[in-house]
């Protein structure tokens, strides 16, 4: 019998909130990171705390107290960066409260303990410790939402767009969504499509599995699904060659098909996010 994978994950929060990733769900992301019945040795999450803001406002007081309690319940150790005000010589002040150097430490002070190292996070500053990650044997992923760092996704060893993976970030308007089924909302890309037919196909991820690296959806262990798409069902800010870029990622709805026994339509397909930088 194979030995268990030790996993490790590593999220930016800051870097996540600001750049899509808001109200993303750490029990999905915990379910994604053991898919391959890994053991999750490291569950580390690295959010910034205004402490001078909680002085005087007691509601954003009680409401990160309350975040924080429950991604610990769902068994993730935080680690609270504080937020630090800097005036320039202009008066103008900024704030800051960068988590890359702990989440840096962290990741290299626990790799050898551990297989696999998942990091959350589009900073391209990441791009050493993934190269000294991987030099110590450690095999490394990283999810993102928008304005991941171009370089970031070529050196790791899978990227997976966050948009992607099911129910990891909720669809805000469907708040009792049932994702992959017929009526429900999606996100997925273009595969394949036909400018002077007026159609293509589309593929999502059903469910959260360990053969994700089996896409076509024609193999039967395959999460994929294919789903057809008629160019009368997309907005109109959507051009060709978006459909035709995998990096595309569109946001659409689900429906049986009338002419196929099992098959799927999209409808209302629409932009989600770019991801690229």
Avoid at 51 to 77: C, H, I, L, N, T
Avoid at 161 to 170: E, H, K, R, S, T
Avoid at 184 to 210: A, E, N
Avoid at 237 to 244: F, G, R
Wanted: with cysteine.
């Amino acid at each position: 019998m194979p030995l268990c994978q030790r996993v490790g994950v590593y999220v930016d929060a800051e870097n996540v909130r600001y750049n899509g990733g808001y109200q993303m769900r750490y029990d999905v992301l915990r379910r994604f990171a053991a898919r391959e019945n890994g053991i999750l040795q490291r569950l580390n999450t690295y959010i910034s705390y205004d402490s001078e803001r909680a002085r005087e406002d007691p509601e954003y007081a009680k409401k990160s107290r309350g975040y924080q309690q429950m991604v610990r319940d769902f068994g993730w150790k935080i680690t609270v960066k504080y937020v630090r005000r800097y005036t320039d010589e202009a008066g103008n002040i900024s704030m800051k409260a960068n988590a890359d150097l702990d989440m840096a430490v962290d990741a290299m002070l626990q790799a050898e303990k551990l297989d696999q190292v998942i990091l959350v996070t589009g900073d391209g500053d990441f791009l050493q410790v993934v190269e000294a990650l991987q030099n110590r044997g450690c095999r490394v992923e990283l999810i993102g939402f928008k304005n991941v760092s171009r370089a970031l996704q070529q050196e790791v060893d899978a990227f997976w767009p966050g948009f992607l993976i099911p129910d990891l970030l909720p669809v805000s308007y469907e708040p009792r969504n049932e994702w992959g089924k017929s009526g429900s909302c999606v996100r997925g890309v273009c595969t394949k499509w036909f400018p002077d037919k007026g159609y293509g196909f589309l593929r999502f991820i059903q469910d959260i599995s360990p053969d994700l690296w089996i896409t076509d959806p024609r193999e039967p262990a395959s999460p994929y699904v294919s789903v057809f798409c008629h160019a009368n069902e997309v907005a109109e800010d959507v051009t060709e060659d978006m459909l035709m870029n995998r990096e595309t990622i569109l946001e659409f709805y689900l429906n049986e098909s009338d002419q196929k026994d099992n098959g799927l339509v999209a409808n209302n397909v629409r932009l989600a996010f770019n991801i690229s930088r």
